[in-house]
């Protein structure tokens, strides 16, 4: 064989190697649920409504106190009763009304614990707080609850199993930074709650994600029926959904403070919080 063609088919080899290899990475993040965050962003993305500027008239809804201009529908009445939002046509609108969508997005794939959390070993946190545990750190599972609008994001790294858990709402300060510390590559990320009234902030959320790369493991969304729970054990990777989680399976306010006395950093820029 020539030179020439002996380094074709090499270079054929290595090529055909590639793609083998791709095609398992795919496979792959398609076990743990990759390839999903698009499909969600699509699910959640809340379309405006286009008013006709016929069907609306601008009013002085202050009552006789600070002057408010809002604007008020034509045809429903209904009204901002504050400038610069939008008209809520929901539910009494011949014209605008939109049929919100009641029905849960859950997708991909989770290791549903098989045993009760145990108290011992578990913490929780609150609103607007963060939380990062690992194999060295005095608890092993971190979770929150009572997340109706709000939003549970949580990412595990798989090679060191350091984990991160936040419980975001709208005020909530720049909620992704703590988690950019979380390679893309080896961490799998959940997603919980939100509702119909907070599509908009869960899609804000799906797209940080994608624009820093990260794909979602699985994810249980727009939930109108449940304060949603979520809680992840660092060392096994298995994961608590809702009824799964209960309010006493964390430490109460007393013993939280004086766990977190001992291992808690305060950040005040985030409002959140980070066990150590």
């Known amino acids: 064989m020539s030179v020439s063609r002996k380094c074709k088919k090499n270079l054929s080899k290595k090529r055909k190697n590639i793609k083998r290899n791709t095609k398992s990475r795919q496979k792959l993040r398609n076990i743990r649920g990759g390839g999903i965050?698009?499909?969600?962003?699509?699910?959640?993305?809340?379309?405006?409504?286009?008013?006709?500027?016929?069907?609306?008239?601008?009013?002085?809804?202050?009552?006789?106190?600070i002057k408010n201009m809002c604007k008020e529908c034509k045809i429903c009445k209904s009204r901002t009763y504050t400038s610069?939002?939008?008209?809520?046509?929901?539910?009494i609108c011949t014209k605008y009304f939109k049929d919100p969508t009641y029905t849960v997005i859950?997708?991909?794939?989770?290791?549903?614990?098989?045993t009760p959390i145990d108290k011992s070993r578990s913490i929780g946190i609150i609103q607007r707080e963060y939380g990062i545990i690992n194999n060295n750190t005095s608890k092993n599972i971190i979770g929150t609850y009572g997340a109706g609008p709000c939003i549970i994001l949580s990412m595990r790294n798989r090679l060191t199993n350091d984990t991160i858990l936040a419980h975001i709402d709208s005020g909530?300060?720049?909620?992704?930074?703590?988690?950019?510390?979380?390679?893309?590559?080896?961490?799998?990320?959940?997603?919980?709650?939100?509702?119909?009234?907070?599509?908009?902030l869960v899609n804000n959320i799906l797209n940080l994600?994608?624009?820093?790369?990260?794909?979602?493991?699985?994810?249980?969304?727009?939930?109108?029926?449940?304060?949603?729970?979520?809680?992840?054990?660092?060392?096994?990777?298995?994961?608590?959904?809702?009824?799964?989680?209960?309010?006493?399976?964390?430490?109460?306010?007393?013993?939280?403070?004086?766990?977190?006395?001992?291992?808690?950093?305060?950040n005040t820029d985030l409002s959140l919080l980070t066990i150590v």
């Not at 499909?39 to 601008?58: A, V």
């Open 106 to 114: 859950q997708k991909g794939l989770y290791n549903i614990a098989t």
């Open 209 to 266: 994600l994608k624009q820093n790369k990260f794909e979602i493991t699985f994810a249980h969304i727009i939930d109108d029926k449940n304060s949603n729970s979520f809680a992840i054990n660092c060392i096994t990777g298995d994961i608590y959904l809702n009824d799964k989680v209960k309010f006493d399976d964390f430490p109460n306010a007393d013993e939280r403070l004086n766990i977190f006395e001992k291992f808690a950093m305060f």
């Open 37 to 65: 965050i698009d499909e969600l962003i699509n699910l959640t993305d809340d379309k405006k409504i286009i008013e006709d500027p016929n069907d609306i008239i601008i009013i002085d809804c202050s009552n006789g106190n």
């Open 172 to 200: 909530t300060l720049n909620p992704l930074k703590p988690f950019l510390k979380f390679s893309y590559e080896n961490s799998d990320v959940y997603i919980v709650g939100g509702n119909s009234t907070s599509k908009q």
């Open 84 to 91: 610069g939002y939008d008209i809520q046509h929901f539910y």
